[in-house]
């Protein structure tokens, strides 16, 4: 066993923080650490000045209005507050979601919640490469849908939904359009105006930003989007999540979206070609099946299933060497099949016999080529292992 720690390649579920966003967070720690809502002295208005110029940079990069940037604790709680505020802001015009069956659980769960106190949810089906039916989600709406939430890119399998075209299919059918860009933001370039979102939540830990801080992209205008608070007990974010910022951790998520921002093109490049590498790499193994669209991914995800390999068994020969997973971190210690990967039409065998690469910044070429070597002679292994006699 090596004396090094594992490579990491399991950035869906989190990333290392940036040194370059951790020097931008220490000062409101000690220096620069009042509250924002203290309105009356040099401290307050300091962290309100830090949350203000932290709210614009996060709005320029969907190309929102920093007035439309409410902070949340994460993307869980943009997503809860996105799904049921609107559900209960319009309630009077309609009771009906549609949302899709690879969706994280953030979205599913509320979506279910709901459904208890009568709402109708349709949950749309998604083609063999993760891609939802355009078609399909036309024919759903209904007059009284009132919101259609649709994730920008998957957890799992990186599949990036054509957010442009479900925007106009919302848009013209008079529906608002939620999407829960968590894994999106940083990655690839959203901008809430051509793809006509109304509704968008985001994170700051997928990006090499802190855990803990995400926030949700509100419309105000075009249309404005009413929404209910689900958190009381103070008047910050317009009403519409109580409790006192963070500054530290809002500086942090705004340094860490600039900083991919900047160099959101040669990242992906570089990402995309790492996976490809790998993905080349792998294809020598037999029975193995490559989950989600080929090209229309996250340019840093590959997830694969191989055939008659248990996953949990490749998962413990590859700790060693490689810290990946084989589904959302969020359930990783559940015993049923991914959800998503069932919902692709593939087999609870072949779902639970998946990895999920997640390559990010700090990955270089020498650690891919390692970790499919290791990939190899494990799944070899296992392997003979199968054929071996017993006794």
Known sequence: MPAHRPIYLDCHATTPLDPRVLDAMLPYFTEQFGNPASVTHQYGWEAEAAVQQARSIIASAIQAKPNEILFTSGATEANNLAIKGVAEAYFAKGRHLITVATEHSAVLDPCRYLESLGFEITILPVQPDGLIDLDQLTQAIRPDTVLVSVMAANNEIGVIQPLAAIGQICRSAGVLFHTDAAQAIGKIPLDV??????????????????????????????????????????????????????????????KAVELALASLETEAVQTAALRDGLWQQLQ????????GHLSQRLPGNLNISLAGVSGQALLLGLQPVVAVSSGSACSSAQTQPSHVLTALGRSPELAYASIRFGIGRFNTATQLEQVAAAVLETVQALRLADLAPAG
């Open 284 to 291: 020598v193994l037999e029975g193995i099946h490559l989950n």
């Open 193 to 254: 105006e051509a793809m006509q979102i109304d509704l968008m939540s985001l994170t700051a830990h997928k990006l090499y930003g802190p855990k803990g801080i995400g926030a949700l992209y509100l419309r105000r205008r075009n249309p404005r989007v009413q929404l209910a608070a689900q958190l009381h007990g103070g008047s910050q974010e317009r009403s519409l999540r109580a409790g006192t910022l963070y500054p530290p951790q809002i500086v942090g998520f705004a």
